[in-house]
C-alpha cells in the first residue's frame, strides 16, 4: 500500500526543466532558412534554404560539413522546395512548384526524382518502407474554393497506401506526431477545444481525446483591431490556441499558440506537460516564445529526436533545447 502511495505521489509531482544545448547562427552564415532541419541517425542535420535552394549538411557540433546549390529546372535542381523528409539513409526535399521529390544521398548527391502530382505540406517516416503525409487538396464547388487536410500514409516509394482523414476547417498544416513504442498516431482536429484522434500504424483510428476549453472573446481593441477568439490555459485564464504537439514519453508536450496584443506588450505562454488524456501535469515558462506580427510566426517549435528546436526567423538563430526531468 505504501508503494502505490509513494507512485502516485511522484507522478503528482513529475517535473521538468527546458534547457538550451545549442545554437546555429543561420543569418550568420548566409543562409535563409525558414524550414526546420531533419535528422539524420548519426546526430547531423539537414536544412534547405528557401532563397537560392541550398541544401547544407550540419554535423552534431552545429558546423556546416557539406554545402551544395541546387537552384533551377535541371535534374536534382529545386525551385520551390516547401518540406523535407531523411529515410533510408536519404535526404528527400519536395518542390511544390515541379510537384516532385528529389532523392540525395548523404554527402548531398543527387539520386532521383519521384514525380507525386500532390500538395504535400510535410513528412514523417514510420518506418524505412512507410510514410505519414500531410497533403492539401483544393476543390471548387458553385464557384467556392474550399482547401482540404488529409493524413495520409504513403510507402517508400511515395504511392499512396491509406487516407486516415480528411479535415476542412483546420489551420494550413495539420499538427501530429508519433508514438514509436504504442505505435500510435496521434492528430490534432481542432487546437482550441482540444480534438485528438488516435490512429495505429496501419491507419486504422483507435479512438479520439478530447479536452474542451472554454473561450473568451477579447474586443477588437485587444487583437490588432480584429474581432476573434483565442483559448488556452495561461494560470486559470483560457486566452490561447495550441500550435503543435508533441509526444514525449507516455505524456504530450503542448506548445501554445502565438499572439502579440501590440507591438510593446506581449503575453507570457508557457509550455505545458500533459498526460495522455490531455490533462495538465506541469507547465514552464520559456524565454523563445516572442508571438507573432499580424499572424505570422516569429519563431517555430518542434520537438525531434529527443530536442525542443526553434527556429526564429526574426533573428536568424536556430536554437536546441533538451528536456532534463
Same mark, same amino acid.
Given at each position: 500500500m505504501k508503494l502505490v502511495l509513494i507512485f502516485i505521489i511522484f507522478d503528482i509531482i513529475f517535473c521538468f526543466e527546458i534547457i538550451k544545448t545549442g545554437e546555429f547562427d543561420w543569418?550568420?552564415?548566409n543562409?535563409?532558412?525558414?524550414?526546420?532541419?531533419?535528422?539524420?541517425?548519426? @546526430?547531423?542535420?539537414?536544412?534547405? !534554404?528557401?532563397?537560392?535552394?541550398?541544401?547544407?549538411?550540419?554535423?552534431?557540433?552545429n558546423r556546416i560539413v557539406i554545402r551544395k546549390k541546387y537552384f533551377g529546372n535541371g535534374p @536534382?535542381?529545386?525551385?520551390?522546395? !516547401?518540406? !523535407?523528409?531523411?529515410?533510408?539513409?536519404?535526404?528527400y526535399v519536395y518542390d511544390a512548384n515541379k510537384v516532385n521529390i528529389n532523392i540525395y544521398d548523404i554527402n548531398l548527391n543527387f539520386l532521383?526524382?519521384? #514525380?507525386?502530382?500532390?500538395?504535400?505540406?510535410?513528412?514523417?517516416?514510420?518506418h524505412e518502407n512507410l510514410v505519414l503525409a500531410n497533403v492539401a487538396k483544393t476543390e471548387t464547388i458553385d464557384k467556392k474554393i474550399t482547401i482540404k487536410r488529409k493524413l495520409i500514409l504513403l510507402d517508400k516509394n511515395f504511392q499512396l497506401v491509406k487516407e486516415l482523414i480528411e479535415l476542412e476547417k483546420v489551420q494550413l498544416f495539420l499538427k501530429y506526431d508519433i508514438d514509436f513504442?504504442?505505435?500510435?498516431?496521434?492528430?490534432?482536429?481542432?487546437?482550441?477545444?482540444?480534438?485528438v484522434h488516435v490512429f495505429d500504424f496501419e491507419g486504422n483510428e483507435k479512438s479520439v481525446i478530447r479536452n474542451p476549453r472554454p473561450k473568451i472573446k477579447f474586443s477588437k481593441t485587444e487583437v490588432k483591431n480584429e474581432d476573434y477568439f483565442m483559448t488556452g490555459r495561461i494560470d486559470k485564464s483560457y486566452?490561447?490556441?495550441?500550435?503543435?504537439?508533441?509526444?514525449?514519453?507516455?505524456?504530450?508536450?503542448?506548445?501554445? @499558440?502565438?499572439?502579440?496584443? #501590440?507591438d510593446e506588450d506581449r503575453l507570457k505562454y508557457k509550455i505545458q506537460i500533459c498526460n495522455r488524456d490531455l490533462e495538465e501535469v506541469q507547465t514552464q515558462e520559456i524565454d523563445f516564445i516572442k508571438g507573432s506580427y499580424y499572424g505570422i510566426s516569429g519563431e517555430i517549435v518542434k520537438y525531434i529526436n529527443g530536442k525542443l528546436i526553434v527556429n526564429d526567423l526574426f533573428n536568424g538563430v536556430l536554437s536546441f533545447y533538451e528536456i532534463i526531468e
Open positions: 543569418a550568420d552564415k543562409v535563409k532558412m525558414e524550414d526546420m532541419p531533419i535528422f539524420d541517425n548519426s @546526430g547531423n542535420y539537414y536544412l534547405v !534554404t528557401s532563397e537560392n535552394c541550398e541544401i547544407l549538411k550540419v554535423d552534431s557540433n @536534382g535542381e529545386l525551385v520551390n522546395p !516547401t518540406c !523535407t523528409l531523411f529515410n533510408n539513409n536519404c535526404f532521383s526524382s519521384i #514525380n507525386v502530382g500532390s500538395r504535400y505540406l510535410s513528412f514523417k517516416p514510420i513504442e504504442k505505435k500510435e498516431i496521434y492528430l490534432i482536429e481542432d487546437s482550441f477545444d482540444m480534438i486566452k490561447y490556441s495550441i500550435q503543435d504537439l508533441f509526444v514525449y514519453k507516455d505524456k504530450f508536450i503542448l506548445v501554445p @499558440g502565438f499572439q502579440v496584443f #501590440n
